[in-house]
């Protein structure tokens, strides 16, 4: 199960996915939050990279976006356990003041790429805590919004929202559903 974005609804993964007899299943476009767990930790990571962006101008997005996984996937509990728990067995041993012996708390090093690395991994996590007590965030997730159990005929004039928008757009023109996603056609073909 994937979202429907280009990189995960191509192609190439389409041919991939048939070479090894693997159905792809996609979620919902424009729907955030209303798909699950998907759908939710998107928006974690997208700000999380926000700010790690902003503190660290000088390094790759594709490091800081590394960093970012990594801290949101060793700071997330599923029934008491890690997800690096889960998958290996043991949680991993990152560096931190309450395991740490007298040469790990002087704070320093000499070699400053480690230095770099470690500080953009005390970011990763601050930036993680952050994002997670986001009101923002949590006022979405409260919403409960559920997909509604109607069944559209095929022609069915339809009104629909898009993500952040706070106008209704349509008519459209119901062209078929496949369980909760209604395919619209909108525009002079209608």
């Known amino acids: 199960m994937s979202d429907n974005g280009r990189e995960f609804s191509s192609d190439e993964l389409r041919e991939v996915a048939s070479m090894f007899n693997v ?35 000088n390094v790759e997005s594709i490091t800081l976006l590394s960093w970012a996984y990594m801290a949101r996937n060793s700071l997330q509990i599923w029934n008491g356990f890690s997800s690096h728990q889960i998958m290996f067995g043991k949680n991993p041993s990152l560096p931190n003041f309450m395991q740490a012996q007298l040469p790990a708390l002087e704070g320093t090093t000499s070699n400053d790429a480690f230095a ?4 953009i991994l005390h970011e990763t996590r601050k930036a993680y805590i952050q994002t997670e007590a986001d009101e923002r965030i949590r006022r979405a997730l409260r919403s409960n919004v559920r997909a509604g159990e109607q069944v559209y005929e095929n022609g ?5 929202k898009r993500e952040g928008k706070v106008r209704w757009v349509g008519p ?3 062209v078929f559903q496949d369980g909760k996603v209604v395919f619209v056609r909108h525009g002079s073909s209608c």
């Open 116 to 119: 770099k690395h470690l500080n």
């Open 172 to 174: 459209g023109k119901g």
């Open 156 to 160: 069915a004039i339809v009104f629909y």
């Open 23 to 57: 159905k792809v299943c996609t979620t919902v476009r424009m729907s955030t939050y209303q798909n699950g767990h998907c759908e939710r930790e998107h928006p974690i990571t997208d700000i999380m990279l926000i700010k790690l962006k902003a503190e660290n101008k």
